[in-house]
RNA sequence: GUGGGUGUAGCUCAGUUGGUUAGAGCGUCGGACUGUGGCUCCGAAGGUCGCGGGUUCGAGCCCCGUUACCCACCCCA
């Protein structure tokens, strides 16, 4: 038996499983005030969720996919992002109908087999929000602010991030602009590596995304889609920066950022750190997908979203200094002064439970000396102790680990003091 | 898929030109006039030195293979 978690999985031991919750809440309470609500999509979907969804071409599908077949012979795929199920369970259930919108946001382990490193792992866990139904651009830059409200609430620095934003164009002026794009590389082919020629037939924007130096320096040169927005995206695109601008939040216009899902359109965005990420330094982003449902074969409706991974957000904070602390694991815990006590120790410590203070005990007749140690380490407030002498005058004995005052308590007002104690 | 690095107690690591009972710190457990913590002191438990071959009188140290992890490329959260 190989006791060991998978390649690219990790075990989260309560240091990193508080810091998870820590997360999860804090999202939770933040997203709640901008008017989403939570979903929980399958773990796994039909493949075809993704690839026509995130597209064909994309790393993501071509070669990142946990798929297999079920015993039912369904081609089924861990999902390796949020955004793909989220509108698919819009479409299923008619959540965006007859104009209606929907504000939702999801967290959860996502699946992409790729050789993990710093910062990347094949099993890593996203928070995702997405606003469907709203065309709007004003609603853009509301879901960049509350990304980036969100790294600042758990203690990123806002001067550790940076936000990047660009856009995609849609249907109207992508197209003739990739086609130009394609021609481009066609024209430079020489100058270009072998994967970026490659990208002129199945993604030629891409190419912007190569970090090759001699290929960053022939697309420099190349045309750049913000010239040659239709009407629409470039209104669109003004709107969105004007509003950043009225929110004050500071952002980078950086024409490359393509990201590496087919559905955007229009407007992108990335927030990076540079600190404790090794290689890596997105720890978040998003962007929008007007076309997407229609490729699931429902009705036209824009969307638009992002999503955020944890452990790199967790690494952020630690290259910040934040530390995530954790409640005490026990408020007050119960000594007993030696084993034959067990069975007073065992009703008082269910009796403390149950009036709602935290409480340990030992269960392995240790010492006195080593469950005071315990009770110090485990941050017990309080602890009480049960010996012979008490108890034949039914009482504990209380002490304040504080102030290490001591006092014989009836054991019948010993919650009520221990709670009084605790505040 | 490709490249580099590492793999010694629960954790972080030392282990000299290969030499005889493999060490430290932290942690754990016990003790310091025997019913009491955080400091200090003493002591104890705990190791197939990743695994398999090879070289050698002798290998944790050298060679080969293998495996795991880490980091990087690609790309992304």
Not at 58 to 75: C, L, N, W
Not at 168 to 197: Q, V
């Amino acid at each position: 038996m190989n006791a060991r978690a998978p390649k690219g999985t990790a075990d989260m031991l309560p240091d990193v499983a508080r810091a998870w919750e820590h997360m999860q809440r804090t999202a939770q309470r933040l997203f709640a005030r901008y008017g989403y609500e939570p979903v929980y999509t399958p773990i796994f979907e039909h493949t075809e969720v993704f690839t026509r969804g995130i597209g064909e071409a994309t790393d993501i599908v071509s070669k990142e996919m946990y798929t297999f077949e079920d015993k039912g012979g369904r081609s089924i795929t861990l999902r390796p992002e949020g955004t793909a199920s989220v509108v698919r369970a819009t479409l299923e259930h008619n959540l965006v109908a007859n104009g209606q919108s929907a504000k939702l946001y999801y967290a959860g382990p996502m699946f992409r087999y790729e050789r993990p490193q710093k910062g990347r792992m094949r099993q890593f866990w996203q928070i995702g929000a997405e606003a469907l139904g709203m065309a709007e651009p004003g609603i853009d830059a509301e879901v960049i602010v509350m990304l980036m409200r969100y790294f600042e609430e758990l203690g990123i620095p806002r001067q550790n991030m940076r936000l990047l934003i660009n856009t995609m164009g849609d249907e109207n002026c992508r197209p003739a602009y990739r086609d130009k794009i394609a021609g481009f590389i066609r024209e430079h082919s020489t100058a270009l590596c072998e994967e970026c020629n490659r990208r002129a037939e199945t993604n030629p924007l891409r190419a912007f995304d190569c970090k090759n130096p001699g290929c960053k320096d022939v697309m420099s040169e190349a045309p750049l889609l913000r010239d040659e927005l239709c009407d629409d995206c470039a209104a669109h695109y003004a709107a969105v920066k004007s509003s950043l601008d009225d929110l004050a939040i500071s952002y980078i216009e950086d024409p490359s950022l393509v990201r590496g899902l087919d559905y955007y359109t229009r407007t992108v965005f990335e927030v990076q750190v540079d600190a404790g990420l090794g290689s890596q330094n997105a720890i978040g982003g998003g962007g929008r997908y007007d076309r997407l449902m229609e490729q699931y074969g429902g009705p036209a409706t824009p969307g638009l979203g992002f999503a955020l991974g944890f452990e790199r957000t967790l690494l952020a904070l630690e290259a910040a200094g934040v530390a995530i602390l954790g409640h005490p694991v026990a408020e007050v815990y119960v000594a007993r002064v030696d084993a034959a006590l067990g069975g007073a120790v065992f009703a008082l410590v269910q009796e403390l439970r149950d009036a709602g203070i935290a409480t340990e005990t030992d269960y392995q007749g240790r010492s006195l000396k080593s469950q005071f140690k315990q009770a110090d380490r485990l941050g017990a407030r309080a602890v009480v102790i049960v010996g012979p002498d008490e108890l034949a005058a039914g009482e504990v004995t209380m002490r304040d680990m504080t102030t290490k005052d001591e006092s014989r308590i009836p054991l019948g007002e010993i919650a009520a003091r221990l709670k009084q104690l605790l505040g």
